[in-house]
């Protein structure tokens, strides 16, 4: 008895110590700005970090649209924001990332219906299963691109260029870019070439890895574009987060919930680094910057260091979701 006791207790004290490793620094987002007369979108609004980030500038008082891929999902979502918010300005947009005609079709809709845009946070994001390696042949999207690249940046890219005109004319107003430390997978020169001999487009981008590299660049090369328009852009390493991305890739069982809340985020702490580059003011000054915990943090690859190769992905991206790139 006495030295089971001592047994769970020291088993109790680790369980603690690992626990407040992983969660005892997080940061939260500590603005308290009004967003009352403004407009968000959150792309993947319905689920996870999205949802999260909704909920929190809906409790600003802004108009939240979520844009989302099945409706039925996106009408439960806008119900459980507009509830926890308490807030009635909220709705959603039909947007699958996965066609290019979707996004144009989100774009001309919203720019119709909608007075303004102030933040658009692109969050949506799907991995493509473990391990992140490309499936042998990968799947695609429906314009021919690798799946996961096509939906968390060629979608992503077009619906932001789309927007851009927008954003402009509420300045001040941000892109915030919810992509992830996988990038730091990305550590050599990526290959820009347009077809593989099957058929698949832009072959070199085709992975979680790539897609999160992609996200992070993208953000830069933007930042770089619109200096002095008052419009700024960031991205976001959300932490490791307990969301259906997570469980959509491992068979959940009871007996892991204790390792999954050791090693896991909350829904609503995943959400503070969105939040905290949607509303803080202190940050207007580190547009193109990459975030974790709510700080600005030094990007661990060369590549996605690589003004050039930010700029070429910006070219080629241009060129593969059929836009002109007018720098
Ligand atoms: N969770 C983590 O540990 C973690 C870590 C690093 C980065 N991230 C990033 O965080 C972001 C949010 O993910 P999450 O963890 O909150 O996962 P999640 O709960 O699965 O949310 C992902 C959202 O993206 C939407 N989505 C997927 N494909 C789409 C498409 N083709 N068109 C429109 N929407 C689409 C999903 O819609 P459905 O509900 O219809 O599927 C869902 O709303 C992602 O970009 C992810 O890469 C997450
Ligand atoms: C919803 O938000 C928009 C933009 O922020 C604002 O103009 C409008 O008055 C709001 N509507 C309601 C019902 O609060």
Redesign the pocket.
């Given at each position: 008895m006495g030295y089971t006791m001592v047994i769970l207790f020291v088993l109790a004290m680790v369980y603690a110590y690992f626990w407040y490793r992983v969660h005892g620094y997080r940061r939260y987002c500590t603005s308290n700005v009004s967003l009352r007369g403004k407009t968000v979108i959150v792309?993947?609004?319905?689920?996870?970090?999205?949802k999260e980030t909704a909920i929190d500038l809906a409790r600003r008082g802004a108009r939240v649209i979520l844009?989302?891929?099945?409706p039925n999902?996106a009408e439960e979502a806008v119900k459980e924001v507009s509830k926890r918010s308490k807030s009635t300005n909220v709705t959603y947009r039909h947007?699958?990332?996965?066609s290019l005609e979707s996004v144009r079709n989100f774009a001309t809709g919203f720019l119709e219906e909608e007075e303004r845009l102030d933040i658009l946070v692109n969050?949506?994001?799907?991995?493509g299963g473990y391990p992140y390696y490309n499936m042998v042949p990968p799947k695609r999207t429906v314009d021919g691109f690798e799946y996961v690249c096509g939906?968390?940046h060629f979608?992503h890219f077009l619906l932001t260029l789309l927007l851009l005109e927008r954003l402009k004319k509420c300045s001040p107003s941000r892109v915030v870019m919810?992509?992830?430390?996988?990038y730091e997978h990305i550590q050599t020169a990526i290959d820009f070439k347009p077809k593989s001999p099957d058929g698949l487009r832009y072959p070199g981008l085709n992975d979680y890895a790539y897609s999160?590299a992609a996200n992070v660049m993208f953000t830069r090369e933007l930042a770089r574009r619109l200096k002095g328009t008052g419009v700024t852009a960031y991205s976001v390493?959300?932490?490791?987060?307990n969301?259906?991305?997570?469980v959509?890739n491992n068979p959940r069982h009871v007996w892991i919930s204790p390792i999954i809340w050791l090693l896991?985020l909350s829904?609503r702490t995943?959400a503070q680094g969105s939040i905290h580059c949607a509303v803080d003011e202190s940050i207007t000054d580190l547009s193109g910057s990459y975030f974790e915990n709510c700080q600005p943090r030094p990007l661990r690859s060369s590549v996605v260091k690589d003004d050039a190769m930010c700029k070429k992905l910006w070219e080629v991206s241009c060129q593969a979701v059929g836009i002109e790139d007018a720098d």
């Open positions: 792309t993947g609004g319905n689920s996870g970090i999205g844009a989302c891929r099945n999902l947007l699958d990332l996965n969050n949506a994001g799907i991995t939906t968390n979608g919810v992509s992830s430390n996988y999160k390493h959300p932490g490791n987060v969301t259906n991305i997570i959509e896991l829904e995943g």
